[in-house]
Structure formats: C-alpha cells, structure tokens
C-alpha cells in the first residue's frame, strides 16, 4: 500500500469511468480508495477526495442497487467520507443481504459499527468477515477495526494482540500505528506507545492531532476522548 499504487489505480479507475460513467463496481473501488488515502493521512488534497469520494460511492449506489460490491464500497465510502453513518450501513447491510459471504462487505460494516460506537456488532462482523477469507489481501484492515473494537471495549491486550497481527500484515498501514500507539498507552506501556508513534512519524512526517482523520471519523463513537487520550500519552504533537 504505497501513494504511488493509490494514484495509479485511480487513474485506472477513472479511464474505465470515462468508457462507463454508470459503471457501478469501479465507482465504488474509486470511492473506497478514496477512504484509504484520507484514512491513511497521505499529503493529499483532502477536501478534494472527500467530495470525490462520496460522488463515486453515490454513482455506486446509485447504479449498483443490486450489486453486493458496488454497495459495500459505496456505502462505506459515504459513511467514512460523508459522514453518513447510519445511511452508509444500510447500504452495507443490503450488500451482506445480497451476499452473506461478503468478507468485505463485513469488515466495511465492522468499521462503521467502531464509527458508531458500536464495538461489540464491530466484533461480530470483523470476526465473521475473518472467518469467511482468512487469507484475504486486507486482511490487516480488519485486524486493525477489530483491535479498535477491543480498544473500544478497554480490552487493551487484545487491542494491542490484533494491532500488532495487522502491523505484520502490511507496515505501511498508518491507520494501524495510531491504534496500536494509543492500546499500548491504555496499558500503560508509555514507551512502547511512543515508540510506535516514533515509527509512524518516519512514515508520516507531519503526523499531528490537526492532520488526524480519527477526529472526524470517531466523533459520534463516544470513543474520541478514549482515542486522544491515548495519543497524547504516546506523544502525538497537536
């Protein structure tokens, strides 16, 4: 997971959006990597890929009512980009409806249920989702929303267990770092906290409580002052 491989699979994207404007699945690929480079904090023009986003998540719902991916991805995209949380899992719920083996589907519906304050449901879906494609590319994605949910719940060794497991997966997935750092802080194992948050900074220069996409993602949870307080004890500057 780089910039580089982000930007050209948009590219990609949008070549196949020009031949197909009403092409429902690659609107919501789109969509989802638009989440991914915000979510991944990526010196991005963030306004722009959020409005970008949530217009190809709606052209995913839109033109794929009864396509299970197009509905997974667009919905989430709406959730995490436009802030509609409860109408972006309707939309993932009626793409697990459609396909009740979509591990996608069900890690996209284990994020919006952290969202929302929801850690145990999160759990349920994450965990399915994990059981249906343990091998799955994405796999540390889902690990990471499961180690929130566990942060969530302040089972902060299991947090910190399911972190760790998605860090092996991918090392690039910044997302993973902040919720590793703040179990870690939870635990009371500071050094190791900012240990972590030292890592993040070699990836993310900048990183800082401005440039955090929990701040607006996590704000309905109930969970952001648990999130911040974390950080803070691992040394994200603000």
Known sequence: MTRESSDEALLLLERALKIDPEYAVAAGLGAWACT??????????????????VELGSIALLKGQNDSEALAAGGYALAFLGEELREGLRAIERAISLNSNSAMALAHAGWVHNYLGQPHEAIQALERSMRLSPRDPTLFRTQTALALAHLFRDEFEQAITWARRAMEGNPNYTV???????????????????????????????????????????????????????????????
Do not use: M
């Not at 991914?36 to 986003?53: C, F, H, I």
């Not at 009371?188 to 070699?202: D, F, K, M, S, V």
């Open 176 to 238: 993973t770092y902040r919720a590793l750092a703040c179990a870690l802080a939870h635990a009371g194992r500071l050094h190791e906290a900012q240990a972590i948050i030292q890592r993040l900074a070699t990836l993310l220069p900048d990183v800082s409580f401005r440039t955090l996409p929990e701040r607006a993602v996590f704000k309905h949870s109930g969970k952001l002052d648990l999130i911040n307080e974390g950080l803070r004890l691992a040394g994200v500057p603000e």
């Open 36 to 53: 991914l480079r915000v979510a991944q904090n990526w010196p991005v023009d963030r306004q722009a890929e959020k409005s970008r986003g």
